[in-house]
Structure formats: C-alpha cells, structure tokens
C-alpha cells in the first residue's frame, strides 16, 4: 500500500536555528499537509498546499514557518528561528482530493529544541 | 465549546467486549467525518470514512446523526491489537481537518 514518508523520524536543534522537515507524498495525491501534535496534546492543523500554493493555514503558521515543494516528489516545512515552543510531532499528510477525501499520514518527525 | 469533543477515557475492557465511542462536532456546515486511530506516538491512521447512512468494516461500525453533530463508533469482539486512541475528525470544508483529542482503549487479556 502506498504511504507518506518523512525524513528525518527525530531532529534535535538548538533554538534559533533553522530546520527543514521533509515528505515525500503518495504519488498520485495532489493535495498536502503538514499538522503539529505537542506531547499529550491533540493533533493541529498547519497548512495545506495545492498546485504550488498554500491553500489555507492556521494561526500557528506565522512568518516563521514556509513549505515548499521542491520537485515533483519532495513536500517540505521549514521553520526560520526554532523556538523551544516547536518542540513536537511534525506530520506530513496527502490526499488525493479535499473535504470528503481522507487524508493519509506519514509516521512523522519528532522536532526536539534545546 | 470545543469543535470537536470526545470522552478522553481511558475505556479498560476485556477481550471480546463491544465497545462504543462518541463525539460531537460543533460546525453544523462540517461536511465529512473519519475515525482514526493513534498508537502511541505514532501517526494517525485512518479507520474508516463516517457516512450518513452509517456503515460498517469488519467489527467497526460508525454511524451519524447530522441533526445532533454526533458521530460514534462501535468496536465489537475487541481484540488486544485494538488498544489505541480513537480520533475523531471533522473537515468542515475545503482542506483543514479538526481532531478531537481521542478517547483511549485499552483490551485486557
């Protein structure tokens, strides 16, 4: 069965510094994902992407956040300055449609700012 | 009011027990619903799409009450392997799904 991957499964970084997440999508899919889960926390929607652009984002995406798809496979979260407040689950998500298509998961990055 | 609640749990039963879980939604225009489940610090996994008419996969059952913003689902003959948490979701239109914070289960032998 095709399945989202995520690289790496666990970053650590100093605060301030810059991280760049990544996914490789299903193939098919044409609509991206990425939400956040803090620890103990539920999961939280980020932003999602279609054809080249952001299509909508929340309020935890602010200035410090960018995605980009790179090439015709890669789907990637930056963050600029990593605040010790980004320390969670990152996973990415495809789907090959919006509202009533379900959204499949990548087994995630676990962020870690010391 | 939150936008998607669940009774947090834990639910400890035995095996071969039926289970239910419930949730409700606040967005009266969410137009699609899904149940996921998570295991521990893993991703979401999809367990089945919920639809008006309710349906049912193997031992699963989701049903739908649109007029109530209420979603359950129901787990018969529990297994071990369906120890989780159940996540709740709504997509109330176009791309954002909204997860409720899930109701744990937990089988005994």
């Keep these: 069965e095709p399945e989202v991957t995520q690289t790496p499964s666990h ?6 510094q810059e991280v760049i997440l990544r996914c490789v999508p299903i193939s098919n899919h044409l609509y991206f994902y990425w939400y956040r889960q803090i620890l103990g926390q539920k999961v939280e929607f980020l932003v999602s ?16 956040f960018s995605v980009e798809r790179p090439d015709g496979s890669n789907f990637t979260l930056k963050i600029r300055s990593t605040k ?11 789907s090959d449609g919006t509202a009533t298509r379900p959204q499949h998961f990548g087994d995630g990055t676990r962020l870690s700012i010391l | 009011r939150k936008e998607v609640e669940q009774d947090p749990g834990p639910f400890n039963v035995p095996e071969g027990a039926t289970v239910a879980f419930n949730c409700t939604y606040s967005n009266s225009a969410s137009q699609s619903f899904f149940w996921y489940r998570q295991d521990c610090r893993k991703e979401p996994k999809l367990l089945m799409s919920v639809y008006s ?28 392997s369906d120890s989780a948490t159940y996540l709740c979701v709504v997509n109330k239109g176009g791309n954002k799904l909204v997860f409720g914070a899930g109701t744990i289960l937990r089988v005994k032998s």
């Design chain 1, 49 to 64: 992407f279609y054809n080249n652009e952001i299509s909508e984002k929340s309020e935890i995406f602010d200035d410090q």
């Design chain 1, 84 to 94: 010790l407040e980004d320390s969670a689950m990152y996973f990415c998500a495809s």
């Design chain 1, 11 to 16: 970053q650590v970084t100093q605060m301030g």
């Design chain 2, 53 to 80: 008419s309710g349906n049912e996969d193997g031992r699963f059952t989701a049903q739908l009450n649109r007029a109530s913003q209420y979603i359950s689902l129901l787990i018969r003959d529990s297994k071990l």
